[in-house]
T-cell receptor, first 119, second 115 residues
Framework: DTGVSQNPRHKITKRGQNVTFRCDPI?????LYWYRQTLGQGPEFLTY????????KSRLLSDRFSAERPKGSFSTLEIQRTEQGDSAMYLC?????????????????FGPGTRLTVL | AQSVSQHNHHVILSEAASLELGCNYS??????LFWYVQYPGQHLQLLLK??????LVKGIKGFEAEFIKSKFSFNLRKPSVQWSDTAEYFC?????????????FGKGTKLSVKP
């Protein structure tokens, strides 16, 4: 399977613990995105990388959240001191090239997500 | 701020009925538009996309969508639905000139097709 992969698929943790998720994008995709999805809502943007550079962070990404993509390949999303409100599905997506010109082929392909439950 | 509205939260249809799911966005500049589908137990999959050119775009499994710029709309259609179309459908917008690269999603429309 050459799609976006995410690990783990499910994570249950106690409030106050730290958790880390991993995303492996489609090979050769230079852009990688993190989204969060809660019940009854569409995915909400958290942050994205172009290669190893983190280019944008949403205001949803509090200082307890940190994301890295050290070698421009896989990425990790860490949540420190988890809260019950962090319970959600965390989605990763990747795209190729990522132009800012209208008509570019910046199509994002999504992974299966990591479902986080904070008790 | 940009936003995407999907008019229907839950649509229930019988097989062979026609489908139209509404999507409106708020952004006055250039946009790329997408419909994603999430089948039960599966991840988000791209159904179709519009970047430029012909405003009527065709996607997989017989779906199509029409971009009407004057109405800021990108409605999804299918002439005859099947039970296997039961899924949640998300409209998404990529706004150029606004936020740099993130998709803005609607809340989704759950489609249930009765056999």
């Amino acid at each position: 399977d050459t799609g976006v992969s995410q690990n783990p698929r499910h994570k249950i943790t106690k409030r106050g613990q730290n958790v880390t998720f991993r995303c492996d994008p489609i090979s050769e995709h230079n852009r990688l995105y993190w989204y969060r999805q809660t019940l009854g809502q569409g995915p909400e943007f958290l942050t994205y990388f172009q290669n190893e550079a983190q280019l944008e962070k949403s205001r949803l990404l509090s200082d307890r959240f940190s994301a890295e993509r050290p070698k421009g390949s896989f990425s990790t999303l860490e949540i420190q001191r988890t809260e019950q409100g962090d319970s959600a599905m965390y989605l990763c997506a990747s795209s190729a090239r990522g132009g800012r010109v209208a008509g570019s082929t910046d199509t994002q392909y999504f992974g299966p997500g990591t479902r986080l439950t904070v008790l | 701020a940009q936003s995407v509205s999907q008019h229907n939260h839950h649509v229930i249809l019988s097989e062979a009925a026609s489908l139209e799911l509404g999507c409106n966005y708020s952004y006055g500049g250039t946009v790329n538009l997408f419909w994603y589908v999430q089948y039960p137990g599966q991840h988000l999959q791209l159904l179709l996309k519009y970047f430029s050119g012909d405003p009527l775009v065709k996607g997989i499994k017989g779906f199509e969508a029409e971009f009407i710029k004057s109405k800021f709309s990108f409605n999804l259609r299918k002439p005859s639905v099947q039970w296997s179309d039961t899924a949640e459908y998300f409209c998404a917008v990529l706004a150029y000139g606004g936020s740099q690269g993130n998709l803005i999603f609607g809340k989704g429309t759950k489609l249930s097709v009765k056999p």
